[in-house]
């Protein structure tokens, strides 16, 4: 990837900035990758043998400024993509910062809500209760008298991250170079960290994720996730409830009350992810509260996860491959849940996961420690090349961080016993009859279109063996034929595979009782089956 010669000009500065930093750090050779061409002197290698390439180059992102405090953030959110010693350094990355003036402040609230400050808020105190590199959070009153939290975006930060933005190709095409970084693919991580930032700076997308989420967690008495107030909310603005409390890091408890909180902590978490789908992705000590009246509060909604009903199923498969020690579904399970740089090695792959899940094997889901297994998981997929979605990896680095909450909160606790019950119901649901009919209408669908693609496919590999572009060494004869034979097929495969599903939803219909149903779907299939028998007696199908 090379930048434009309008980008670099109007960058320069700014890379010189980067690459002067990047040199004071030690990262000397980095530095003269991003910075080739530029008369810029370059010090700073005897800090090289002092500290390890993870610790200079997190010192050095530190300094740089919030992208590349988030660009450190991602590596340490995919152990999948990047070396382990690189990955926990970036787990100690400090986004505190000291605060800017409120006054400053103040012209971006009045700005962003087109109201003076006393049109919106009866009070706000004007020192920070936190301070980060996107957004500083201030403790206030709405004019109807609610205490609320108001987390304000920094002025200009648009504008810097764009400018930023502008070289951060460069700079991971650079950083991917660097042996200690594990080769990574600079294309993918830039835009994830693009994706990221763009959730991140507008607070529209935090708004809308809490209130989802407390909508999944209305009338529970143990859970607390603040509302929001959309009056006087915007892209740099996001008002919340108040909560009063202490942070659970700060909680010194234990016997049946670490245990019981533990538990809510625990429930909470594995209710967000296994049953709703989206879920805190940053469930550290100081984003949960204990309130007066003992309910664990959830904060800072900054960062999420989502884990889909494909990613639940593929899950939910993963768990039976390994009870019935089927090392190649479990393979196939993993290939699904990623992307393969380059060809998959499917018995390759299975060969891993048999020698290194073998542990698991035949444990009661209350015995399997859920975290670990995925961790493991993730390992052997990074041996094979193969980058896990985003939203999977998200919900390893959830559980293993909330396993060092509650271990915090009661040390022994039964994170396993606690998730059975949830892991239990994601297993059972593909068995439904809703799930089931919802499943095979759209497999049958997927294959429809895949089907009626096939002759068009053929189609273009004969137009380009025609012009040279396919080596042929033998003569394609009846090729027309061929594709209408294809496509004829594939229709009776279509139809068999609706009928199969058919007399499939009809059973499971027929067993729950729902008679009519049942009729409707036995219907269905025979008149399908009847299709399929005129089909293959047509005197002019074979033709």
């Not at 995925?374 to 997929?381: D, H, K, T, V, Y």
Request: with cysteine; aromatic share 6%; net charge negative.
């Amino acid at each position: 990837m090379v930048a434009t010669p309008l980008r670099t000009l109007r960058n320069i500065p700014r890379l010189k900035d980067i690459t002067l930093i990047l040199a004071r750090h030690g990262l000397v050779d980095l530095a003269s990758r991003l910075g080739a061409g530029l008369r810029v002197r370059l010090l700073g290698g005897a800090a090289r043998s002092e500290n390890s390439f993870p610790r200079r180059l997190r010192s050095a992102l530190q300094d740089l400024g919030p992208l590349y405090i988030k660009l450190g953030q991602l590596i340490a959110s995919r152990p999948d993509i990047f070396p382990a010693p690189l990955v926990c350094e970036m787990e100690r990355l400090r986004d505190d910062v000291d605060p800017i003036p409120f006054s400053e402040m103040r012209q971006v609230i009045e700005s962003s809500l087109g109201r003076d400050l006393a049109d919106c808020f009866r009070q706000i105190d004007e020192q920070p209760v936190a301070s980060a590199s996107i957004a500083q959070v201030y403790k206030g009153m709405t004019l109807d008298g609610h205490r609320v939290a108001i987390k304000v975006r920094k002025p200009g930060i648009e504008r810097m991250l764009e400018q930023d933005m502008g070289l951060l190709d460069l700079f991971a095409e650079a950083l991917a170079r660097e042996p200690e970084s594990g080769g990574f693919d600079p294309s993918g991580v830039v835009h994830e960290l693009k994706q990221a930032l763009e959730t991140e700076v507008n607070f529209n997308f935090e708004k809308n994720a809490i209130d989802r989420i407390r909508t999944s967690f209305e009338g529970n008495t143990d859970v607390l996730i603040p509302g929001t107030h959309p009056e006087v909310s915007s892209r740099e603005v996001l008002v919340m409830d108040w909560v009063e409390g202490i942070s659970i890091g700060r909680v010194e408890v234990s016997g049946e009350v670490g245990h019981r909180i533990a538990q809510i902590c625990a429930k909470s978490l594995f209710t967000m992810i296994f049953v709703h789908g989206q879920f805190h992705g940053d469930p550290h000590p100081s984003n949960l509260i204990l309130t007066p009246e003992g309910r664990v509060a959830w904060i800072d909604f900054g960062l999420t996860g989502i884990l889909t009903k494909e990613l639940r199923m593929r899950l939910s498969r993963m768990l039976k491959a390994l009870v019935s020690r089927d090392y190649e579904d479990l393979a196939q399970q993993v290939l699904h849940v990623g992307y393969c740089h380059g060809d998959a090695d499917s018995f390759a792959l299975t060969q891993s996961i048999a020698n290194r899940l073998d542990p698991y094997v035949g444990l009661k889901l209350s015995e399997v420690d859920l975290p670990a297994l995925l961790r493991c998981i993730i390992e052997i997929a990074t041996e094979h090349r193969i980058e896990i979605a985003s939203g999977f990896v998200r919900m390893t680095r959830s559980l293993v961080l909330l396993e060092g909450l509650t271990e915090i909160l009661d040390p022994g606790f039964d994170t396993a016993g606690e998730l059975e019950p949830l892991l239990v119901d994601l297993m059972q649901q593909k068995a439904s009859p809703d799930q089931l009919l919802r499943r095979t209408a759209d497999q049958a669908l997927d294959n429809i279109e895949m089907l009626t693609d096939l002759p068009e496919l053929v189609s273009e590999a004969l137009r380009k063996a025609t012009r040279g572009r396919l080596r042929v060494e033998s003569e394609i004869v009846g090729m027309d034929r061929l594709a209408r034979r294809i496509d004829a097929t594939g229709r009776r495969v279509v139809d068999s595979v609706l009928a199969a599903a058919g007399l499939l939803c009809a059973t499971t219909l027929f067993t729950n009782d729902h008679l009519w149903m049942a009729l409707i779907a036995l219907a269905v299939a025979g008149g399908l089956i009847a299709r399929i028998l005129v089909g293959f007696y047509s005197p002019w199908q074979g033709r």
